[in-house]
């Protein structure tokens, strides 16, 4: 079946660390994309990537990186500048990135710090 | 900047009956698109809906459907006959046509129980 896959459902960070968080997908899409969730808040947007070898910041990207190495991969790297990671991140993914398009959503990866 | 609101933090709905949750937003665009969208418990998102700005008539999707008032700038989502599978937490969402259109703006949602 198609679909986004990320891994893993929860992750924990210790102080100083920087942790990669993996997305995939297998439904042929260009554009993907990363969310992070807090209680009582929307979905706010940290990257995007619309091709390979190409990506943009969102609204928080400070403390985030990201890489577009492969169509069917983005992974996130929460690093120690991002001072507060504990969060629901999402990932997402459509087919070009533009106009009334579907998003789908992997399941997520809950972030914790130690 | 455009901004989503979505006024209602929790709704409740008894079983089979109708429930409409409130959404404006704030653009000074002309043309955009709208979306309503699902997080169950699973908390995986799923669309439930969405509506081009250019389009009068309003969206719907079986027991879904939404009223959309461009210029108040209102795009509320009505739940008809509503189910236990139907509680979650919603999320409208506003997108921008044309240009680097990419950036999906979301609300804080509305935590939506239905009560048996």
């Known amino acids: 079946d198609g679909g986004i896959t990320q891994s893993p459902k929860y992750l924990f960070r210790k102080e100083g660390q920087n942790v990669t968080l993996s997305c995939e997908q297998n439904l042929n899409h260009d554009a993907m994309y990363w969310y992070r969730q807090d209680p009582g808040q929307g979905l706010r947007l940290i990257y995007y990537?619309?091709?390979?070898?190409?990506?943009q910041k969102g609204d928080i990207a400070e403390g985030y990186s990201v890489s577009r190495e492969k169509k069917e991969s983005f992974p996130l790297t929460v690093t120690s500048a991002q001072k507060n990671p504990t969060a629901f991140y999402l990932c997402a993914s459509s087919i070009t990135g533009f106009g009334n398009e579907k998003l789908f959503f992997g399941s997520g990866t809950q972030l914790s710090v130690l | 900047a455009q901004t989503v609101t979505q006024s209602q933090p929790e709704m409740s709905v008894q079983e089979a009956e109708t429930v409409t949750l409130s959404c404006t937003y704030d653009?000074?665009?002309?043309?955009?698109?709208l979306f309503w969208y699902k997080q169950p418990p699973s908390r995986q998102m799923i669309l439930v809906i969405r509506?081009?700005?250019?389009?009068?008539q309003n969206a719907t999707e079986n027991r879904f459907s939404v009223n959309f008032q461009k210029a108040a700038k209102s795009f509320s989502l009505k739940i008809s006959d509503s189910q236990l599978g139907d509680a979650a937490m919603y999320f409208c969402?506003?997108?921008?046509?044309?240009?680097?259109?990419?950036?999906?703006?979301f609300g804080k949602g509305t935590l939506l129980t239905v009560n048996p």
């Open positions: 969402a506003y997108r921008r046509s044309g240009g680097s259109n990419y950036k999906l703006t």
């Open positions: 509506q081009e700005a250019y389009k009068q």
């Open positions: 653009t000074s665009e002309s043309d955009y698109y």
């Open positions: 990537s619309q091709i390979v070898n190409d990506f």
